[in-house]
């Protein structure tokens, strides 16, 4: 079978949704580029002395959806935001396992300047930046997972918008709020600011 178009990829989403792994096997040479340019984004953000890179990213990141098995994806932007959840587990783990303390001076540090929000920001840590979604979350699980969508697989607004089920507005407006309240967690010393 020939693959070439995101209809194609759709299929094969499907058919390893499905349970097929061997539709995993054909699927993953079509992606893994996207999958390693969202790692390299991400990456490029790093710590000097980190030594996560993209291949050892996007390869985690296949690893888990090989173990996972058929996950239920409807389509190739379906399956890009399972891997961006799977790509901020990595990450986030990653920051665990390197034994970084709590918004401890040794901190991996993430800048989320203008990509998240906007060029007063500075660099933060990634497991501050987890716990603060994770909080956003409990107040506002779209927004989060916009955020999540947007920052972490590197999805557009209408790939988001697809995946939501809401209108590209919708996710823009979303999107605007999320980072101004993470810039406000974010920011302030103090922990979670409430909204």
């Known amino acids: 079978m020939t693959v070439e178009g995101p209809g ?3 299929e094969l989403v499907a058919e390893w949704g499905a349970g ?7 699927l993953m040479p079509l992606v893994y580029p996207e999958l390693r340019r969202i790692a390299r984004q991400h990456l490029v953000r790093r710590q000097a002395g980190d030594t996560l890179e993209s291949a050892a990213l996007a ?23 399972l891997c961006s959840q799977i790509i901020r587990r990595i990450l986030v783990d990653h920051a665990r396992g390197r034994g970084y303390a709590k918004r401890g001076g040794q901190a991996e540090r993430v800048p989320l300047d ?7 920001a500075r660099g933060i840590e990634i497991l501050a ?25 590197g999805l557009s607004v209408e790939e988001t918008a697809e995946v939501l ?23 302030v ?6 909204r």
Do not use: M
């Open 114 to 120: 203008d990509v998240l929000l906007g060029a007063q």
């Open 20 to 26: 097929d792994q061997r539709a995993l096997t054909r």
């Open 8 to 10: 194609d990829i759709s």
């Open 59 to 81: 390869n985690e990141a296949y690893l888990k959806l090989v173990r996972a098995g058929g996950v239920r994806c409807e389509n190739r932007v379906h399956f890009l935001a």
């Open 129 to 153: 930046l987890n716990e603060a979604l994770d909080s956003l979350t409990e107040i506002d699980a779209r927004q989060a997972r916009v955020v999540e969508l947007r920052y972490f697989g």
């Open 189 to 194: 010393e103090k922990g979670p600011a409430k």
């Open 165 to 187: 089920g809401i209108t590209s507005v919708r996710v823009k407006r979303d999107w605007k709020r999320a980072k101004a309240w993470l810039y406000g967690v974010l920011t």
